[in-house]
């Protein structure tokens, strides 16, 4: 028996994420095959009047080939996927695979290789700039383990997050956007955090459904030199195969002059890929009303009801801030009260307090109000 919340799933995607019109070319990534989402979304792009192509990776062979990369492998890659990319008007990527650490063990220097070449240009250069494009998750096995629920609970979870109203959040965020397109000064504090830096005349920009399933969050980016203080982030943080944990980062005039974390040699290591990898290019507020805790995939972690994420690396062009770099790492930080509380400033006023926003014309925004 078919799940109907697939079938909803794969309506959202193809007519509210990406909008695709009739005649328009979707590129449908698989990361671990997924048959029943993909397939789905096939028909609902032809109901679409669309034309559907499908691309089915795997992260185990696709491991097997890092382990060996060479930069001039990746760079025909990269050139083969660029020009199917480029044909493309919608893209939408999903993610199921079993073990999220299945890269761990690649070098760093084949993990650069890649990001060099197929993340730049086929995703950074291409795909993001260039396609109405949607990134999501797939329920496992794997995902239910680290969220500590069974796979029935999960995929309810994941659902009620997923099929949520995108629309409704979409109309709740425009006060926040405009509120922070008026902001020069922010400040954020917690527990052994104390940051301020100025987001003035950078954008804000909302994600309501159309970007990330799950989504809600409304980003921009620190002025790039004007970051100072303290930052203790307290989620587990994936990235590049290997689990951070109590990273603890230090700011001068934008960069990150002291990183320490549960593997303070590895960390610094990735701050050193190139000289944006020390400044920030996005700093964002997350309000999915669904997701309260951290489960190790960013694609929700970042969205966490009372959570911000203060990312260093590449900046988005929505929110340009001058900032480069071949890392994007979203970092995040919970503060409703079981994970320790903490304020938001926006130019000395207290806008969000322990997760929950503390002015009036925020208020929509609270989780009671998006459900």
């Known amino acids: 028996m078919k799940d109907p919340r697939i079938q909803q799933l794969a309506k959202n995607l193809i007519q509210y994420s990406v909008k695709l019109q009739k005649g328009e070319k979707i590129l ?13 979304l096939v028909k609902e792009a032809y109901e679409a009047g669309g034309l559907p192509f499908v691309s089915l990776k795997d992260h185990t062979v696709d491991r097997s080939l890092l382990m060996g990369a060479s930069a001039e492998q990746y760079e025909l890659i990269a050139q083969f996927e660029a020009n199917v990319m480029k044909e493309m008007d919608a893209y939408i990527g999903l993610r199921a695979g079993d073990n999220i650490f299945e890269q761990s063990d690649v070098p760093a220097e084949k993990m650069k290789i890649q990001g060099d070449t197929v993340g730049k240009k086929v995703h950074r250069e291409i795909r993001v700039p260039k396609t109405k494009w949607v990134v999501l998750r797939y329920p496992t096995e794997s995902m239910a383990q680290l969220s500590k629920m069974s796979k029935e609970a999960f995929e309810d979870f994941y659902f009620n997050v997923c099929n949520l109203d995108y629309g409704k959040m979409n109309k709740a965020m425009d006060a926040l956007v405009e509120l922070m397109n008026k902001t020069d000064k922010v400040q954020l504090i917690g527990k052994d955090t104390n940051l301020t830096f100025s987001i003035k005349d950078i954008p804000a920009v909302k994600c309501a459904g159309e970007m990330n399933i799950p989504d809600g969050e409304v980003f921009t980016a620190p002025v790039r030199d004007s970051v100072n203080g303290v930052i203790t982030y307290n989620t587990p943080s994936p990235y590049q195969g290997f689990t951070f944990e109590n990273v603890k980062l230090t700011f001068e005039n ?68 001058g900032n480069h770099s071949n890392i994007h790492w979203d970092m995040v930080m919970i503060q409703r009260p079981e994970y320790g509380g903490g304020e938001i400033y926006f130019d000395d ?23």
């Open 349 to 371: 006023v207290l806008i969000r307090k322990d997760g929950r926003f503390a002015i009036k014309e925020l208020e929509a925004l609270n989780p009671e109000n998006l459900k």
């Open 28 to 40: 449908i990534e698989n990361f671990g095959l997924q048959k029943e989402l993909v397939t789905a």
């Open 254 to 321: 934008g960069k990150i002059i002291d990183a320490t974390a549960n593997d303070t040699e590895r960390i610094n290591h990735i701050f050193d890929t190139d000289e944006g990898a020390r400044f920030v290019g996005e700093f964002a507020i997350g309000v999915n009303p669904y997701i309260q805790h951290p489960m190790q995939d960013i694609l929700f972690d970042e969205k966490i009801d009372g959570s911000f994420h203060f990312t260093p690396g590449e900046c988005y062009e929505e929110a340009y801030n």
